[in-house]
């Protein structure tokens, strides 16, 4: 193959447009590399000419030079802003000296707050630290929101990720499914607009040189799970519609076209009992092209989720494809049959031969392929990726967690805390005053300052007890990274908290990733304030007084499993007898 290095075609012509040049690329690229760019494939950073030791993927040295794929999907962090930028740099070298020298588009999951989750989201490291994106639903500001996505342009942009692969406007309609901590809530209204801004914060006004494409998803709306399982597993495929609320979990993504979002995911699941073929979205030719691209006009690209058509082997257990009701075709059918739905890039697979092999048994032709290469060729001319493939690693380091965007985060963290209870009106337990003797579990007790911390609950004034939403914890592979299941905390847990409660009076500080159901401690704590992510100072901060909680909640809180059961999984504040109701939330006094 011949290596490019000069300026002798169009295509490396920064003053032709992004249409021109793509079209021009395009009419060189031999069908290797059109396939090559209808993939993205997955890197755990570390050494590139090593095979990943988390995922079923090649190296990225492979990846990018025997398999001509240049997306990637970034798993793992640097230990500073100037090493993720070397190592970058690095890899960009790497596609530059493969074929036409098609650069990189490395793209991400979240990497701002404090759930790990390796294929949904990161914990921040050498980013600034903010709370999960429902602590930005109970904040309800669409200024912040921009500023948030602002400031993840930014960071990312200095390190060289290009692809967010986020935000995730699902609506958290169903209680009990795992991504609902990454939502910004189960009002229609409130997610398109938090959405809308969260897309104008990472492009822009338009995508540009200065922008990170934004990737919305789960096209047409994640949140209405049967049960609340996830279809990432087989048992949790189907999404339900009982009462016929299609239209609400459309509303974010029409806002986030609106606001031209450039990418677009499908969801796993197959939708059950509505006017649509009951298989996966991304497979479901009347989704994504009669409804997302025909009828909502969405023209940018449509990546699937992870992993639709190869079964693999992740953390030790088997990992089946995604294929929801087209279990039965063969890879190569599967392939086509996403193609033909009008999806441009399949995520996490490594399957070029099979994509190949569709063409050569007449599948997917060349030129459909060529509709898809054209419009990632399109998005890489617009980032300026082949103009400028590098980053300045010492500019990273000082453009990245700067003191700015730490305190933004921290101030976030601290005014998403929702008070829910807080003792009585004539005698509130928050703020707590200084020279208290306070015991803490689960909190590191040298953050409260002014107060005189002990060891024995009966020798202190208050205790501060910082909980989990609960869960039932799964023991297979992926699945251990999904906080799924029963709301009641286990009896166990239960009465541990309960007896801390008799013993002394009590806060709980509970983080809500998922609706708890906290009816057995609002009569026994002494106050209970949640939280969606926070440093243990930001915690001690708001309950002594130094940030005031601001968040009201973005979900309702169920009372019992009866009430969750009973809510309908596609329909925004269907909860019977909620405990607490959406836009519940306590101030302090005076």
Not at 172 to 178: G, I, K, L, S, V
Not at 359 to 370: A, F, K, P
Not at 491 to 506: G, K, M, Q
Not at 553 to 579: C, G, Q
Request: overall charge negative; some cysteine.
């Amino acid at each position: 193959m011949t290596t490019v290095t000069d300026t002798r075609f169009p295509f490396q012509d920064p003053t032709l447009s992004p249409e021109q040049r793509a079209d021009d690329l395009l009419s060189r690229l031999p069908l290797e590399d059109k396939a090559g760019l209808l993939f993205v494939g997955i890197s755990v950073y570390g050494d590139p000419s090593q095979p990943s030791p988390m995922f079923p993927a090649p190296s990225l040295e492979s990846t990018v030079s025997k398999l001509r794929i240049n997306h990637i999907y970034v798993i793992g962090d640097a230990d500073s802003a100037r090493e993720f930028a070397q190592w970058h740099n690095t890899s960009q070298d790497i596609a530059a000296r493969t074929g036409f020298g098609i650069p990189i588009t490395f793209g991400t999951d979240p990497r701002h707050g404090f759930h790990f989750n390796p294929g949904a989201s990161a914990a921040a490291k050498v980013f600034s630290q903010w709370p999960e994106h429902l602590g930005f639903g109970a904040l309800r500001s669409e200024e912040l929101v921009e500023q948030y996505g602002d400031i993840i342009r930014r960071e990312y942009t200095a390190v060289g990720l290009r692809l967010a692969l986020h935000p995730q406007i699902d609506l958290a309609t169903e209680p009990r499914w795992a991504r609902l901590n990454a939502t910004f809530g189960e009002d229609p209204d409130l997610v398109a607009g938090l959405g809308a801004a969260y897309v104008r914060g990472l492009q822009g006004t338009k995508l540009g040189l200065e922008s990170v494409s934004a990737m919305a998803k789960h096209f047409p709306g994640g949140g209405p799970q049967k049960d609340g399982e996830d279809p990432h597993f087989a048992y949790g495929k189907e999404q339900i519609y009982p009462g016929g609320r299609w239209d609400d979990h459309l509303k974010p993504f029409i806002a986030a076209i609106e606001a031209g979002v450039s990418q677009m995911m499908p969801y796993y699941g197959m939708p059950v009992g509505t006017q649509y073929d009951e298989v996966g979205f991304a497979f479901n030719k009347a989704i994504i092209t009669d409804l997302l691209r025909t009828e909502l006009g969405f023209d940018g690209i449509v990546c699937t989720d992870f992993g639709l058509v190869s079964d693999v082997e992740m953390f030790g257990a088997p990992f089946p494809a995604r294929a929801w009701g087209v279990e039965d075709l063969s890879a190569q059918e599967r392939i086509a049959r996403i193609f033909d739905a009008g999806c441009d890039q399949l995520g996490g697979e490594f399957c070029v031969s099979e994509l190949l092999g569709a063409v050569c048994n007449g599948l997917i032709t060349e030129e459909r392929l060529d509709q898809s290469a054209r419009r990632v060729l399109i998005e890489k001319f617009t980032l300026g990726l082949f103009d400028d493939r590098h980053v300045d690693p010492e500019q990273a380091e000082l453009a990245v967690a700067t003191d700015e965007m730490v305190q933004a985060g921290i101030d976030a963290q601290r005014h998403a805390h929702t008070l829910l209870t807080n003792g009585t009106a004539d005698a509130p337990t928050l703020p707590l005053t200084a020279g208290l003797k306070v015991f803490t579990k689960n909190i590191d007790g040298s953050v409260f300052d002014g107060c005189e911390i002990v060891d024995d609950p009966a020798a202190a004034d208050v205790a501060v007890l910082r909980i989990a939403a609960a869960y039932e914890p799964r023991t297979n592979g992926f699945e251990l990274f999904m906080h799924a299941g029963s709301l009641d905390y286990p009896d166990a847990e239960r009465d541990e908290i309960l007896a801390l409660c008799a013993a002394v009076p009590t806060v709980i500080v509970v983080n809500l990733d998922r609706p708890a159901i906290l009816t057995p401690f609002v009569d026994a704590a002494a106050a209970i304030i949640a939280e969606y992510g926070a440093t243990d100072q930001s915690v001690a901060d708001v309950l002594l007084g130094k940030a005031q909680p601001q968040g009201e909640l973005p979900i309702d809180l169920p009372r019992s499993m009866a009430s969750v059961e009973a809510n309908k999984s596609d329909t925004p504040f269907d909860m019977p007898d909620a405990l607490f109701r959406y836009g519940h939330g306590l101030r302090y006094q005076g």
